[in-house]
C-alpha cells in the first residue's frame, strides 16, 4: 500500500504506478463513505440501464457515454463490495491518483457533453429547416 513502480526512469517526473486504498469518491471526497458511495453506484447503475433503452440506436455517442460510466461505476462498485475501498493506482504528475474505472466515468461524461450539445444542434437545425418549409409553403416568406 502507498508503494509506486515506476517501469521506465524516464517516466519518474510524469507519472507512475501506485497502489492506493480510496474509501471515497473522486479527488479524496467524502472518505470512509464506502457503503454510501456503493448505494449510489448501484442506483445510479439502475437508471443508467433504465434509460439506456430509451435512446435510439443511432445515437452511438450517447449511448456509448451510458456504457462507459455504467462500466466505470460497476467496476468501482465491484472494488467497494469485494474490499471495501477503490484501488487507485494511476499517478501522473500531481494529479491525484484514479483508475481505468474514474477514468471510463470521466471520459464518459465528456462524451455525454458532446453527445448532448449534438443533438441539441440537430434539433435546432431540423425546427429551423421546418419553419422554413413551412413559410416557403404559405407563402409567408419575408
Same mark, same amino acid.
Given at each position: 500500500m502507498g508503494k509506486s513502480w515506476m517501469p521506465w526512469a524516464w517516466l519518474a517526473p510524469f507519472a507512475r504506478i501506485v497502489h492506493w486504498k480510496n474509501t471515497g469518491a473522486a479527488f479524496g471526497l467524502f472518505q470512509n463513505a464506502s457503503t454510501v458511495l456503493a448505494i449510489l453506484a448501484v442506483l445510479i447503475s439502475i437508471m443508467v440501464i433504465a434509460y439506456y433503452h430509451h435512446i435510439p440506436a443511432e445515437e452511438k455517442l450517447m449511448r456509448t457515454a451510458l456504457a462507459m460510466m455504467l462500466g466505470g461505476a460497476i467496476g468501482n462498485l465491484i472494488d467497494r463490495l469485494t474490499l471495501g475501498y477503490? =484501488?487507485?493506482? *494511476?499517478?501522473?504528475?500531481?494529479?491525484? =491518483?484514479?483508475?481505468?474505472?474514474?477514468?471510463? *466515468?470521466?471520459?464518459?461524461?465528456? *462524451? +455525454? +457533453?458532446?453527445?448532448?450539445? *449534438?443533438?441539441?444542434?440537430?434539433?435546432?437545425?431540423?425546427?429551423?429547416?421546418? +419553419?422554413?418549409?413551412n413559410n416557403v409553403g404559405t407563402g409567408d416568406q419575408e
Open positions: 477503490v =484501488v487507485d493506482f *494511476i499517478s501522473v504528475g500531481t494529479f491525484p =491518483v484514479f483508475n481505468v474505472a474514474d477514468s471510463c *466515468i470521466t471520459v464518459g461524461v465528456g *462524451i +455525454l +457533453l458532446l453527445a448532448m450539445w *449534438i443533438s441539441e444542434n440537430r434539433a435546432k437545425k431540423a425546427a429551423a429547416e421546418t +419553419l422554413q418549409q
